[in-house]
């Protein structure tokens, strides 16, 4: 069974960094598209940050320049560094992993979820 552990999220000050991370057990790291998404107070869930089991890189607007998504396969964790983080950035974070069976066919696994807030 695919299990994802985040942590990393804390407190931290606008224009502030936090490095989030997600482990991932329970089977081969390296077939999984890894992703992060964020869901703030009253909003719905949104992506923020993708990466291919190839290594290509997507991100929403509003973090792209600030935050940098990463995989260690040797490891079996994925990253997101965020930088110059805002009192927007506040969220709860979750790790996601997706395996693709076919271009319309995957299985999401989802991790527990760590709580950002910027604020001074």
């Known amino acids: 069974q695919v299990q994802l552990v985040e942590s990393g999220g804390g407190l931290v000050q606008p224009g502030g960094s936090l490095r989030l991370s997600c482990a991932v057990s329970g089977s081969i790291f390296s077939i999984y598209a890894m992703g992060w998404y964020r869901q703030a107070p009253g909003k719905e869930r949104e992506l923020v940050a993708t990466i291919t089991n190839g290594g290509i890189t997507n991100y929403v607007d509003s973090v792209k320049g600030r935050f940098t998504i990463s995989r260690d396969n040797a490891k079996n964790t994925a990253y997101l560094q965020m930088n110059s983080l805002k009192p927007e950035d506040t969220a709860v974070y979750y790790c996601?992993?997706?395996?693709?069976?076919?271009?319309?066919?995957?299985?999401?696994?989802w991790g527990q979820g760590t709580q950002v807030t910027v604020s001074s």
């Open positions: 996601n992993a997706r395996r693709y069976y076919s271009l319309r066919s995957y299985s999401d696994y």
